[in-house]
């Protein structure tokens, strides 16, 4: 079974950065694109970014030049590089597959505030 489990979140002022990092248990986690995903009160999940398993990544609009994705396959990590935040960052954070039929279990995701 697949485990995920996201850190790194936490308040900062906007323009600050955050890294988040994603750990993933189990199998089957370096044959798979991986995403960042983020969900704000009273809205829903929505994908941010995302990287093949050969590196290539793409960015949901709002985000792009500001948010990297990265991958490490031997540790079975990913990260998101976060700078320049805004206010309207703020979410929780989840990592998962990133095609929706591969998905597994949610995490318990990360909370990124962004207030001054």
């Known amino acids: 079974q697949v485990q995920l489990v996201e850190s790194g979140g936490g308040l900062v002022q906007p323009g600050g950065s955050l890294r988040l990092s994603c750990a993933a248990s189990g199998s089957m986690f370096s044959g798979y694109a991986m995403g960042w995903y983020r969900q704000a009160p009273g809205k829903q999940r929505e994908l941010v970014a995302q990287i093949s398993t050969g590196g290539r990544v793409n960015y949901t609009d709002s985000v792009k030049g500001r948010f990297t994705i990265s991958r490490d396959n031997a540790k079975r990590m990913v990260y998101l590089q976060m700078n320049s935040l805004k206010p309207e960052d703020t979410s929780v954070y989840y990592c998962?597959?990133?095609?929706?039929?591969?998905?597994?279990?949610w995490g318990q995701g990360t909370q990124v505030t962004v207030s001054s």
């Open positions: 998962n597959r990133a095609t929706p039929v591969y998905r597994v279990s």
